[in-house]
């Protein structure tokens, strides 16, 4: 399909998911003032909280002691799953209204721990944590509580990967029910001669999610005996991305390249990716522009912000300056592709954050949508030049301005058209 054909097909797509995303609205609101009615409902006797939890959270302040919690959803534990960030948050369509409401629905009933001296860890609160996040399904728990939960919307930066809603100091906590723990996790935490890179693969390797993986990399239940921690839940994210992108670049390496310049879009949540695959070796980067009034740039004066970071064939050397989490998220979406396709090829991501991007729901969103790029129509171009400058006649910059900022497409020629404001 040719690359103009396959806009005006995207641009159809567009508007009928503004059109059903419109017709379904949350007031976070509404959660937060019938929260403590639920809470009150749940709790036995004074201090003791019954509920299920599906998810953990490890946090950064204060470290290398940090905050380490329990995350479960009041009153819903027939469907806590759905609470438990995954790739089916994509599936379902959630607007950032709903991802807003569900987490303002997870109480977080945490307690204060050291990072360290956590490979024994199967006791007490540390324990019961850990059982949550190996099991393959939400788990009933007891928590005892020090204090009546906190409702705290101000969620920030620090809180992009895994923003969360009331938080409880707890006393303790304890298993109601014996967690179910698949055989291939067990596995990894019996061997402590293994480090936590090879055990992460493994599981990735035979079909556990990358969410799946950094949840039990931030209980400190993977790798070396004693090089066992606890990981901030934003740090396991990333470290969990940036390493299975690790192996995959390693896998395709002596793939053949693609024969052809393809064009791949998506759009969610106010966040449209474009994705041009050319043929060559492996090479990738992101370009990210953000509207003003979108979440990373809230300033409306303040004009289109850009970042960017690349990586040629063998990889980085430095630490991801600009574009953070959403690079490793977005390069784990294009590393799939090209390996289920045993091809490699030089991709460049071009992401335009909104201003419909009013807040952080995490990097999820930059991974699942990059991986659903693919699945559809794709368009194609006679040459990477060709296919970057009829992609960047629907982005809010001009060719010259991402010339600029964009390693790949520097090289470009430019022409007096390139030059048009936007």
Do not use: C
Not at 29 to 50: A, I, N, P, V, W
């Amino acid at each position: 399909m040719k690359l103009d054909e396959y806009v005006d097909l995207e641009r159809n797509e567009r508007a009928e998911r503004r059109r059903l995303a419109e017709e379904k609205s949350y007031d976070i609101l509404d959660h937060l003032e019938t929260f403590q009615d639920r809470f009150e409902e749940t709790l036995q006797g004074d201090s003791l909280y019954g509920g299920v939890s599906p998810s953990i959270f490890v946090g950064t302040s204060n470290y290398p002691r940090v905050s380490a919690g329990l995350l479960s959803p009041v009153g819903h534990d027939d469907d806590a799953e759905r609470f438990s960030t995954s790739g089916a948050w994509y599936d379902e369509g959630v607007s950032i209204d709903d991802v807003f409401a569900r987490r303002t629905s997870l109480l977080n009933s945490n307690t204060s721990r050291k990072v360290t001296n956590v490979a024994d860890s199967w006791d007490g609160f540390l324990g019961t944590q850990r059982e949550v996040a190996i099991a393959d399904r939400p788990v009933t728990v007891e928590i005892g509580l020090d204090e009546r939960p906190d409702v705290d919307l101000d969620v920030g930066v620090e809180d992009v990967a895994t923003p969360v809603g009331p938080r409880a100091r707890a006393k303790s906590a304890d298993l109601a029910e014996n967690p179910h723990v698949p055989r291939l996790v067990e596995k990894t935490l019996e061997d402590d001669d293994w480090n936590a890179e090879g055990a992460m693969n493994y599981l990735y390797r035979r079909g556990f999610d990358v969410y799946d993986i950094n949840t039990i990399l931030s209980a400190g239940a993977l790798g070396q005996t004693e090089q066992r921690r606890l990981v901030p839940t934003r740090w396991s994210i990333t470290a969990v991305d940036d390493t299975v992108g690790q192996f995959l670049r390693g896998r395709i390496r002596t793939n053949p390249e693609i024969d052809r310049v393809e064009v791949h879009r998506n759009e969610f949540m106010g966040n449209a990716f474009w994705v041009i695959l050319a043929p060559g070796k492996w090479e990738y980067e992101l370009v990210e522009m953000k509207a003003p009034g979108s979440v990373w740039n809230p300033d409306p004066e303040a004009g289109m912000y850009l970042a960017a970071d690349s990586e040629g064939r063998e990889g980085r050397t430095g630490y991801v300056e600009e574009t953070a989490g959403a690079y490793h998220a977005a390069r784990l979406g294009v590393l799939e592709h090209l390996d289920e396709r045993g091809r490699q090829a030089k991709s460049l991501v071009l992401r335009h954050v909104s201003e419909d991007y009013w807040g952080p729901v995490g990097v999820w969103q930059v991974r699942e949508t990059v991986r659903d790029a693919f699945d559809d129509e794709r368009g194609t171009a006679e040459t990477f030049a060709g296919a970057v400058r009829g992609v960047t006649e629907h982005l809010p910059v001009s060719l010259s301005t991402l010339r600029r900022k964009s390693t790949m497409a520097a090289g470009l020629q430019t022409t007096f058209g390139d030059f048009a404001r936007r």
